[in-house]
C-alpha cells in the first residue's frame, strides 16, 4: 500500500481545538484508511483519537503534514480536502 502526503495549514483562529480534532476523527473513522497528522519534523499521530489531535498543540498558521495509507488517490486527496475544511474555523 502506498502513501499519499499533503500540508494543510491550521487557519481557524483558535487553533486546532476540540471541534476540528472531532471532524477530523470521525472522517478518519468513516474512511476506514489509517490517517496520520503532525507538524513538519515531528512525529506524525494517529488521527483517530480527538486527544492525540489536540496534544499536537497546533496553532493558527502552522502547516500539518497529512498522510494516509491508500493506493485511491482521488479518495486522498477528497479526505485532504476535507480536513483542510475542518480547519478553517
Known amino acids: 500500500m502506498s502513501t499519499i502526503s499533503a500540508t494543510v495549514v491550521i487557519q481557524d483562529p483558535i487553533g486546532l481545538h476540540a471541534r476540528p480534532a472531532g471532524q477530523i476523527v470521525k472522517l478518519v473513522k468513516e474512511s476506514g484508511l489509517t490517517i496520520r497528522m503532525g507538524k513538519a519534523g515531528e512525529e506524525l499521530v494517529l488521527a483517530n483519537s480527538?486527544?492525540?489531535?489536540?496534544?499536537?498543540?497546533?496553532?493558527t498558521g502552522e502547516e500539518m503534514l497529512v498522510e494516509i495509507d491508500t493506493?485511491?488517490?482521488?479518495?486522498a486527496?477528497?479526505?485532504?480536502?476535507q480536513i483542510q475544511d475542518f480547519l478553517k474555523g
Open 50 to 59: 480527538p486527544l492525540r489531535m489536540m496534544a499536537l498543540k497546533a496553532k
Open 71 to 75: 493506493e485511491d488517490e482521488a479518495l
Open 77 to 81: 486527496q477528497s479526505l485532504i480536502s
